[in-house]
């Protein structure tokens, strides 16, 4: 696989790309932290990053000066086993991690529109720009909550928008869900596309092949990405 809008790093195991991928971010909290006093963390939910998130709740750093958050998040209370927030809690912010801070993205507002303008205040609140942002991707090509058909996919995918954060209903989504928007993603600092999985190398193969983000939305990452967009792919 090449494209000249991403750098891919092939690990021969999961285990290899987590702890890579854990050292990679831990560098990168510690220099922000050295420059500015504080960083921030947005992650991915789903099943590919537990092994990164219980290697990186080992990593020793400042993390009382650690923000984390969510890139986007089912619209479901914690105690539910849908919820990313509930995943993250379990894996990542145990261990060192466990005195980073946490902002969640669902409000407990009755549906995301009703909560959009509390998120956005959270997302505003946390200190600049994200320090690192780890992205996932479905079998569909989504990111986020960017999803084909979804009904604000437009929005959430502008490169010009000065929204933070978006609702998005779509018919894979299953929940409705609150995603951060394409702006935000790209302005990390250390921005990072996960897969694992032979499939999903297909399906990455299949979106850098292409043009259209309604299609396969991480197009729309890869292709107003600042810099080539690193990829860590595992079998």
């Known amino acids: 696989m090449s494209d000249h809008h991403v750098a891919i790093t092939e690990f021969e195991t999961r285990e290899e790309l987590a702890q890579a991928l854990a050292d990679q971010t831990a560098d990168a909290l510690r220099s922000a932290i050295s420059d500015g006093g504080a960083a921030t963390l947005a992650v991915s939910g789903g099943s590919t990053p537990k092994l990164y ?34 995943l993250v809690k379990q894996n990542l912010l145990q261990n060192e991690a466990h005195a980073a801070s946490f902002v969640p993205l669902y409000t407990g507002a009755a549906t995301p529109e009703e909560g959009i303008h509390e998120v956005a205040e959270r997302v505003a609140d946390m200190s600049g720009p994200i320090t690192v942002a780890i992205l996932g991707m479905g079998d569909d090509g989504h990111t986020a909550s960017f999803f084909p058909g979804g009904d604000r996919l437009a929005y959430a995918i502008d490169p010009t928008s000065h929204l933070l954060v978006s609702p998005m209903r779509a018919e894979a989504a299953g929940e409705p869900r609150i995603t951060l928007t394409l702006p935000v993603l790209l302005a990390a600092t250390m921005l990072v596309l996960h897969v694992e999985g032979a499939g999903k190398k297909k399906v990455l193969e299949t979106a850098l092949a292409g043009k259209d983000a309604n299609k396969m939305p991480i197009r729309a990452v890869v292709a107003h990405a600042p810099h080539p967009l690193q990829i860590v792919w595992a079998p």
């Open 53 to 86: 998130f219980q290697k990186l709740s080992l990593a020793e750093l400042d993390w009382e000066s650690v923000t984390v958050t969510l890139v986007d998040e089912r619209w479901v209370p914690e105690s539910s086993e849908r919820s990313n927030a509930r």
